[in-house]
């Protein structure tokens, strides 16, 4: 079976696309499956192209088995919505081209921004190959709910493009049984559509002893360390969580560390300097390999979205490797997510935005007995959301779309 795969985001970039897109892929090949993916050149977030890559027009190359197509791209950072438009419309338009002279069996395009949605649902015209929507955003709504764009012609366009493009595709995969509700109360045939959640590579995380030469080098020895391994965005309210930080100073044995980049990096950078925290340290982005060195002298992993009734549909994947390493969650984000964490006993979780049930439900997690339980809960959900489990699961939903 031969599948071409539209992605905005793959290897070596390693935000939670990338990686859900590229582990999967992995298992795909394993299984006998020809994967190609269409791609541009590695640059999320900071929207510069990493070392050892060009923004060519068109360039191959093989991962693991996986062959990898890179076409020309308008990159820019990851802030400013005209610009990222342009980004990802000029994706769509360069993937579009280079697939239509790969040979498919099924087209899959996977989200958050639909524009990749639309090449392959104008290669799917033009091929007449069936394709799958992967869907692991809600987007346009998304970017209404961030305050990026406000509602108006250009966003109701937006609407109805993406309308058609859950009616054009044969199977529509999500990624929350949440998102999956909303589509159907949208209309959308419950039988077209499968969940399936993002998850974690426990062969690659799992506990291991704090890295005693790293917590050295950031001078972090002694401390409990609640940190942010992640994107720094509009979503993320990562400004509350410095404030909270603030108000925490005199408490010498917390210390907030935040490893990433992303749109609302230099103002997160901005506000620390005008707050005056001592007990934050904030990193950049670094590799995938190197993610799990960080983990490590985790005491705690924190995870926060802005408070807003969408942000309850989203699974955010850092829970998962998280929890395969025994680190305890400490979570600001209702819905879906807070029913996993707490349905298996792997953290607690606070009220979006609200300093006082945060603080408060921190000094309940470090208590001795809490922590314990938590880090088996931990164990419990990494190995239910095995992304092994989860790739085969989808191959088959695949193969099923190729045969009817």
């Known amino acids: 079976m031969r599948i ?16 859900r897109t590229f582990e999967h892929c992995q298992e795909w090949v ?5 994967v190609t993916i269409i791609t541009g050149e590695p640059n999320f977030p900071q929207g510069k192209v990493y070392a050892g890559y060009k923004n060519h027009f068109y360039k191959k190359e093989t991962i693991d088995g996986i062959k990898v197509i890179r076409v020309w791209t308008y990159i820019v950072p990851n802030k400013g919505i005209l610009k990222r438009t342009l980004d990802f419309i000029s994706f769509s ?14 087209i899959i395009a996977t989200s958050p921004q639909f524009f990749t949605a639309l090449s392959a649902r ?35 366009y937006w609407e109805w493009q993406e309308e058609r493009c859950y009616n054009s595709a044969k199977k529509i995969v999500v990624v929350t049984d949440t998102f999956k509700k909303k589509l159907i109360e949208r209309g959308i045939p419950e039988n077209k559509i499968e969940v399936i959640k993002n998850g974690v590579n426990i062969e690659l995380f799992k506990p291991i002893r704090k890295d005693q030469e790293l917590l050295d080098k950031l001078g972090l020895r002694d401390k409990k360390i609640i940190g942010y391994i992640g994107t720094h965005g509009m979503a993320h309210k990562l400004d509350f969580i410095l404030r909270c930080a603030k108000d925490m100073e005199s408490q010498n044995d917390f210390h907030f560390l935040f490893l990433g980049d992303g749109g609302k990096k230099e103002d997160l950078l901005k506000l620390k300097e005008k707050l005056k925290c001592t007990n934050v340290t904030m990193l950049p982005l670094v590799s995938k390999k190197e993610v799990k060195r960080y983990i490590s002298i985790l005491d705690i992993c924190l995870i926060n979205l802005r408070k807003d009734p969408l942000f309850t549909t989203v699974i955010p994947s850092k829970i998962f490797e998280n929890a395969a390493m025994a680190i305890p969650i400490l979570m600001g984000v209702e819905g879906e997510a807070q029913e996993i964490v707490e349905s298996y006993g792997a953290g607690l979780c606070f009220e979006p935005e609200n300093e006082d049930d945060f603080k408060k439900k921190l000094s309940q997690l470090i208590v001795p007995n809490t922590y314990k339980q938590c880090q088996a809960g931990c164990l419990k959900l990494a190995a239910d959301f095995n992304r092994k489990k989860l790739a085969h699961r989808m191959l088959k939903i695949i193969e099923n779309t190729v045969e009817k």
């Open 4 to 19: 071409l795969f539209l992605t905005d985001n793959f290897p070596p970039e390693v935000n939670a696309p990338a990686t």
């Open 30 to 34: 394993k299984a006998g499956a020809e």
């Open 93 to 106: 338009i360069t993937s579009f081209f280079a697939g239509l002279f790969q040979k498919a069996d099924i």
């Open 122 to 156: 104008t290669l799917h015209f033009w091929k007449h190959t069936p394709w799958i929507m992967e869907v692991r955003d809600l987007w346009p709504e998304s970017i209404k709910t961030v305050g990026a764009i406000k509602q108006g012609k250009i966003i109701r």
